[in-house]
C-alpha cells in the first residue's frame, strides 16, 4: 500500500477561506517531506508550494559565452608560479562573479559521486524510516526536515533536506543514518581539508598571510546539507530554491549532471554547468565585503531550477541520477558560525521547474559586524 499524507479539508467550506497555517501544519506534522507528497501520488500541488510569477529565464543566445570562471588547482603545492597564476584567476573571479568552479582539487571523483549517492540512499528510503530523523530542533546534530524556513510567510520550495554538524565541537559519527554514515564522515573529512586550502587562497588573493582566514576562524564551523528535489506534478508554479543569501563566509556546492545552478551576473541568470569533479565555490555574505573598496558591495547569489529537458543518466556531478527519482546536490559553506556543505539532487522531471535561484542585492561596504558576531 502507498504512503500517503492526507492533507485536511484547507478551505473553509462556511467561508471558503484558504488556510494556510493548517496547511503548513499538516505538511509539517506528516514528518514524510515533499517526498511523502509524491510518494502519495498528488497530481496538484498544495497552495503553500505556490510561487507566483517565476522568473526562469535562461541565458539566451547572446549571452551564452558568459560562464562562470573555472579555476585548476592541479600541482598549485608543488609549483609556486602555477600558484601565483591560480591565486590571479580567483581574485579576479571573486571580484567579477563571486563565484568559481574548482577542479583537480584533491577530492577523489568517486568521494564525489558516492556522497551524492548516499544523499538519494536516504531521501529514498521508507517513509516510516525517514520519519524517526524528522525535526526542526536546532540542537540536533542531525536532522531531516523540508524547509528550513517553512513558517516564515514565504512560499514553501520544493526540496527536502537533511543536514549535520561537523563542527564547532565533537563529531560523533554515531549520531548519523547507517545507511549514509561512512561516506559522509569521509566527505565531510575531505570538504572541510579543501575548505582549507581555498581559504589559504583566498587570503593570498587579498595580499594576506596565507593562514590569515583561518586563523581569523573563518573555518571553524562544518555543517553538511544534503538536499532532495522530488518529481514535480506542477513545476511551472513552484521552485526548489528561491534566491537567497548564503550567510557564511564560502560555500561549496557538489552539483550532479542535471545541473540547474544560475547566477545573476550583470543583470543576466547565468547557467552553471556541471563539470564532472567539479565543486561551485560560493563566496559568502560574510566574506563578499573584502572583494570591494569604498563603493557599495554588489552580492551575488546561486538558484537552482529544473532544466528545460527531461535527461536520464546514470552519474552525474553530484551523484547518481535515477529516471523516475530526484536531483541532489551536497553544499559546504564556511563561517565563523558553520561549514555548510550541500548536496542536491534533483529527480528527472516535467521541464522548466526551477531549483534554486541566485541573485544580487546592494547591502553597505561596511561589514564588519557581520564577521565579529558569533
Request: with cysteine.
Amino acid at each position: 500500500m502507498r504512503n500517503c499524507i492526507c492533507l485536511p479539508d484547507l478551505i473553509s467550506r462556511k467561508h471558503h477561506r484558504y488556510d494556510r497555517e493548517a496547511e503548513l501544519r499538516a505538511f509539517d506534522d506528516s514528518k514524510a517531506g515533499v517526498k511523502g507528497l509524491v510518494e502519495s501520488g498528488v497530481s496538484k500541488i498544495p497552495r503553500m508550494f505556490h510561487g507566483g510569477k517565476l522568473d526562469i529565464g535562461e541565458n539566451s543566445g547572446s549571452d551564452s559565452k558568459l560562464s562562470v570562471p573555472v579555476v585548476d588547482l592541479k600541482d598549485i603545492s608543488a609549483n609556486p608560479v602555477l600558484r601565483v597564476e591560480v591565486i590571479d584567476q580567483i581574485r579576479s573571479a571573486c571580484q567579477e562573479w563571486g563565484f568559481f568552479q574548482v577542479i583537480n582539487h584533491g577530492i577523489p571523483v568517486n568521494v564525489l559521486d558516492e556522497m551524492i549517492d548516499g544523499t538519494r540512499r536516504f531521501h529514498e528510503q521508507d517513509a516510516d524510516v525517514r520519519k524517526e530523523f524528522y525535526t526542526r530542533d536546532l540542537k540536533e546534530r542531525f536532522k531531516y526536515y523540508s524547509n528550513g524556513a517553512l513558517f516564515s510567510g514565504q512560499a514553501a520550495n520544493w526540496r527536502d533536506t537533511f543536514s549535520f554538524v561537523v563542527a564547532p565541537g565533537t563529531f560523533k559519527p554515531e549520531v548519523l543514518p547507517p545507511i549514509c554514515r561512512d561516506i559522509a564522515v569521509e566527505y565531510s573529512q575531505k570538504i572541510r581539508g579543501l575548505g582549507f586550502t581555498i581559504f589559504e587562497l583566498l587570503s593570498e588573493a587579498l595580499g594576506l598571510d596565507p593562514s590569515y582566514l583561518k586563523e581569523f576562524n573563518c573555518a571553524e564551523g562544518l555543517s553538511i546539507n544534503g538536499h532532495y528535489y522530488p518529481p514535480c506534478p506542477e513545476p511551472e508554479l513552484t521552485m526548489g530554491t528561491t534566491k537567497h543569501i548564503d550567510v557564511d563566509f564560502m560555500t561549496l556546492v557538489l552539483q550532479e549532471r542535471i545541473g540547474g545552478l544560475q547566477v545573476l551576473h550583470e543583470d543576466k541568470w547565468v547557467n552553471v554547468p556541471p563539470v564532472h569533479g567539479a565543486l561551485v565555490v560560493n563566496i559568502g555574505a560574510y566574506h563578499k565585503w573584502q572583494w570591494t573598496e569604498d563603493a557599495p558591495l554588489r552580492v551575488k547569489y546561486p538558484r537552482l531550477f529544473h532544466v528545460s529537458e527531461q535527461r536520464h543518466s546514470k552519474v552525474g556531478e553530484m551523484g547518481t541520477w535515477h529516471d523516475s527519482n530526484g536531483i541532489y546536490s551536497v553544499k559546504s559553506a564556511y563561517s565563523v558560525l558553520e561549514l555548510t556543505s550541500r548536496v542536491e539532487i534533483v529527480p528527472p522531471t516535467v521541464p522548466g521547474f526551477v531549483l534554486a535561484k541566485v541573485w544580487k542585492s546592494w547591502v553597505p561596504s561596511k561589514l564588519s559586524l557581520w564577521i565579529t558576531s558569533s
